[in-house]
């Protein structure tokens, strides 16, 4: 509760603040980033999501929460929006559980792009699985009215969750983002390796894009090049960063 009561007057106080993460693509060039939310405790420091978003998700404190993680990302892309070389970034937001199932949540990110001005179809809103399972049509139908305004849908952490193949093919998604244990243990683990590779064949089969995530090392860059992935994020990449924009190239070559 004295956490809860501190993250309120984190919001009237703008101590929070979002850290953007690269994503690129085969060549390296940024396509777009992850939005990751922070905040700038005055007396504890730096204060990443894991520590407050459970917590924040206890109470409806979350819904304006993630009302103010969006329409910071929206702000942002309208600003990249003014630059050629960021114009064509997109922008994946975390959603949390609470904030998918609020009965408004297509009226919370249509008003907020609405205020914005940004571009419905650079913004990629982040799912996990779990949050996928309770009511399916509820789910199904929030998806489909946001994606019919240009919103699109990654499924987040895939394979730790309960990855049902069957909703898989029913839910409206464009994305998978395969979780970074596997990424990370991929190079001394064969069942790691097999399942990165079953996961980017999956995604193609059913024609979803799928991004590595974790991606620290560039021996498992190669690994999952040669494995098909054509999107890639981590820290190889670069470290969730608050200062904008990123570069439009990062150079990895030899
Ligand atoms: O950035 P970091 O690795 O500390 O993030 C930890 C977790 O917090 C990740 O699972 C990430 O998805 C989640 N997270 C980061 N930013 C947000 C946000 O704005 N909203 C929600 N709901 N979760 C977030
Ligand atoms: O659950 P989600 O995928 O949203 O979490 C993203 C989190 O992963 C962020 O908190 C970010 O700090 C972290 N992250 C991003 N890239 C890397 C990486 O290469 N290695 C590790 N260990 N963590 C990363
Ligand atoms: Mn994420
Ligand atoms: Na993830």
């Known amino acids: ?8 007057q984190a919001l009237i106080r ?12 085969r060549t390296a060039q940024v396509t777009g980033v992850e939005a990751l939310l922070r905040w700038a405790h005055p007396q504890r420091g730096e204060i990443g999501p894991a ?7 206890k109470s409806e404190l979350i819904l304006e929460l993630g009302e103010w993680v969006l329409q910071a990302a929206c702000l942002q892309l309208v600003q990249w929006a003014a630059s ?6 997109t922008m994946a937001v975390n959603v949390s559980a609470r904030q998918f199932r609020q009965p408004g949540f297509i009226d919370q990110v249509r008003a907020v792009l609405q205020r914005t001005g ?9 799912l ?32 730790t969750g309960y990855s049902s193949l069957r909703y898989l093919k029913l839910l409206p998604i464009d994305q998978l983002k395969i979780d970074r244990s ?17 996961i980017v064949n999956l995604a193609y089969s059913l024609d979803l894009a799928v991004v590595a995530e974790g991606v620290e090392t560039r021996a498992q ?5 040669a494995i098909g992935c054509t999107a890639f994020q981590g820290y190889l990449f670069g470290r969730p960063a608050a200062t904008l924009p990123p570069p439009a190239r990062f150079n990895l070559e030899d």
């Open 51 to 57: 520590e407050f978003i459970p917590q924040a998700e």
């Open 14 to 25: 703008q101590q929070l603040y979002l850290s953007y993460q690269p994503v690129v693509d």
């Open 1 to 8: 509760a004295a956490l809860e009561a501190d993250l309120r």
């Open 182 to 198: 596997f990424v990370q243990d991929m190079l001394h683990s064969r069942h790691a390796a097999s399942i990165v590779r079953a």
């Open 128 to 159: 996990t699985e779990s949050m996928l399972l309770a009511d399916m049509d509820d789910v199904i139908g929030k998806m489909a009215a946001l994606r019919a305004h240009g919103v699109s849908f990654a499924l987040d952490d895939f394979g």
């Open 118 to 126: 940004a571009d419905p179809r650079l913004l990629k809103l982040e």
């Open 84 to 89: 050629a070389a960021t114009a064509h970034l």
């Open 221 to 225: 860059w190669r690994a999952l090049e």
